[in-house]
């Protein structure tokens, strides 16, 4: 399977703290992106990085790809309640045809 | 929601029925795609569509059907041929800007769930 992998299965925080989530995956690709969703709701695009970046930055999050590794981090800096929700992974990898591969996710909660 | 419309929000059906699920984007996009998600899953890619009267399979295709005849719709009907078919069911779009072709923007979801 060509599925990215996240880690840890769950995160749980304090307001105000950092975030750390992994994903790892398993072939060549020509982009990592990484999704949110609230719990019942549609998957929100958060960013996007290519496989030629090393490093993505937008508001708070930050993401690395370390393709070498084949694993991407995303970094959510000051955390707040409202980060609480799930965090996907999603490789778009060579040969996809547009399609996109999905990790089981990360489930992230931030205690106010 | 990400200009992508799925009706409705929760759909129940007794066993051995078809359902269609509907999906409706307004913002002129070629690609669309269908996934399920099952509890602590990722998403799971059942059908997708390129283009107009065109459509692929994807991981998950069994039991499930589709039909692209115009741009905007994308509806997904449910078999009784799927063995398993409760499942949250979301919708989603990519296209528009060259930047941002790669980006999926999803519909809010459908939750199926057939007793």
């Known amino acids: 399977s060509q599925q990215g992998e996240e880690d840890p299965q769950a995160l749980s925080i304090q307001e105000g703290e950092n975030a750390t989530m992994n994903c790892s995956y398993k072939t060549s690709i020509n982009n990592l992106q990484w999704y949110r969703q609230n719990s019942g709701r549609g998957l929100v695009h958060l960013i996007l990085i290519r496989s030629n970046e090393r490093e993505k930055h937008s508001g708070r999050l930050r993401v690395t790809l370390d393709t070498s590794k084949k694993s991407s981090s995303l970094l959510i800096t000051a955390s707040r309640a409202a980060d609480t929700a799930s965090y996907f992974c999603?490789?778009?990898?060579?040969?996809?045809?547009?399609?996109?591969?999905f990790g089981k996710g990360i489930t992230l909660s931030v205690r106010p | 929601d990400g200009g992508i419309t799925q009706s409705p929000k929760y759909l129940f059906r007794k066993e051995g029925q078809n359902v269609t699920l509907s999906c409706e984007q307004n913002?002129?996009?070629?690609?669309m795609y269908w996934y399920r998600q099952d509890p602590g899953q990722g998403l799971r890619l059942i059908y997708y569509s390129q283009i107009v009267n065109d459509f692929q399979k994807g991981d998950i295709a069994e039991g499930y059907s589709v039909s692209r005849e115009k741009k905007e719709s994308f509806p997904l009907t449910v078999t009784s041929a799927q063995k398993n078919p409760t499942a949250f069911y979301l919708c989603a779009r990519s296209g528009g800007a060259a930047t941002s072709i790669y980006e999926q923007y999803f519909g809010p979801g459908t939750r199926l769930t057939v007793t």
């Open positions: 913002l002129n996009h070629d690609a």
């Open positions: 999603a490789t778009d990898w060579t040969g996809a045809n547009s399609k996109l591969t």
